[in-house]
């Protein structure tokens, strides 16, 4: 099959309003343009309690939001890390999908806003990313989490970094992580595969606006071989926590999510792989757009509930 037609409307609509290439523009307007985003526009369902906190990161303070479906004790946790390529986004854009997944799976989910490339170049993200892990599970009482069931999440770049914090909290012995879910990250910067050629452009995001992102992140060409920078590049992840990786048909990346899937499994990583046909790198984010995003905050909320041996 081809494009969903919503997708294509959808695009077609986004090219209607000219915006520039990333590459192209300043940074401010490229920020001030992701204000378009069809998200801010959808109604947010109520659940228990979304609170708003400031914790303190290794640079700085950092913005969190606590988004509470019930008011049971001991739930399970999603630390989630937003995408936007290091570069873009804010966490009003996730209010839909995360408050959604939160009710859905009956578990908390504590997102992040961390600090932007390329003002705060790699590692400022990973680390902003990590800390926020160590203040969920310092403070996992206080939140009512259930300390043995905490994940990491992210799409896109957050995905990235969500792999990288998985990698980073198994070396460091922070935690047993209970899962990593995994939106198509970006976790190859090479993009040596055909879906980065053959949906180059057309697509919403671009093969050429993805190697600007991983430019404004990654600052040496030493960080280029750092696996914490580039998963992929991890000599083994053996020991990571299971994972369950999403992949849009009509996306750049799409074939460097199936290498990062094949990789966990030669390395003995309980994952499981899907592909959503006719969708398109972004399509998380696209409630009140497309179907398929209500039918991935389902998909995710099971998986989750799956890995950890809750069935709702």
């Excluded at 999908?97 to 990973?126: C, D, M």
Aim: hydrophobic content about 40%; aromatic content about 10%; glycine content about 6%.
């Amino acid at each position: 099959m081809g494009l969903k037609p919503e997708i294509k409307a959808y695009l077609a609509e986004r090219a209607s309003l000219d915006l520039p290439p990333v590459w192209q523009a300043p940074l401010d307007e490229i920020r001030a343009n992701t204000k378009l985003h069809p998200a801010l526009q959808q109604p947010l369902i109520q659940i228990q309690s979304v609170e708003q906190h400031m914790i303190l990161g290794p640079t700085s303070s950092l913005p969190i939001r606590i988004y509470r479906p019930t008011n049971e004790s001991n739930l399970p946790a999603l630390v989630f890390f937003h995408g936007g390529g290091w570069v873009l986004n804010f966490l009003d854009i996730y209010e839909p999908a995360l408050r959604t997944i939160a009710k859905l799976g009956n578990f908390v989910i504590v997102a992040v806003e961390y600090q932007k490339a390329p003002e705060h170049p790699y590692p400022s993200a990973l680390n902003d990313c990590y800390a926020t892990l160590q203040w969920v599970i310092d403070n996992a009482a206080d939140l009512s989490i259930d300390q043995s069931a905490i994940g990491v999440g992210g799409d896109s770049a957050g995905g990235n970094l969500a792999s990288a914090v998985a990698i980073k909290a198994l070396e460091k012995r922070l935690i047993s992580l209970a899962f990593q879910l995994l939106i198509y990250p970006c976790n190859d910067l090479d993009m040596a595969y055909p879906s980065a050629t053959n949906f180059t452009q057309g697509y919403g995001l671009t093969t050429q606006a993805m190697k600007w992102f991983w430019d404004q992140y990654l600052s040496t060409a030493k960080d280029r071989q750092d696996p914490y920078a580039v998963p992929i590049k991890a000599p083994t992840l053996r020991g990571v926590a299971p994972a369950i990786l999403i992949a849009a048909e009509f996306d750049p990346l799409t074939d460097g999510v199936k290498n990062y899937y094949q990789k966990l499994i030669k390395d003995s990583v309980p994952a499981i792989y899907k592909e959503y046909a006719g969708q398109i790198h972004g399509f998380f984010n696209l409630s009140g757009v497309t179907p398929d995003a209500d039918s991935l905050y389902l998909d995710v909320a099971n998986e989750v509930n799956a890995i950890l041996g809750r069935y709702k």
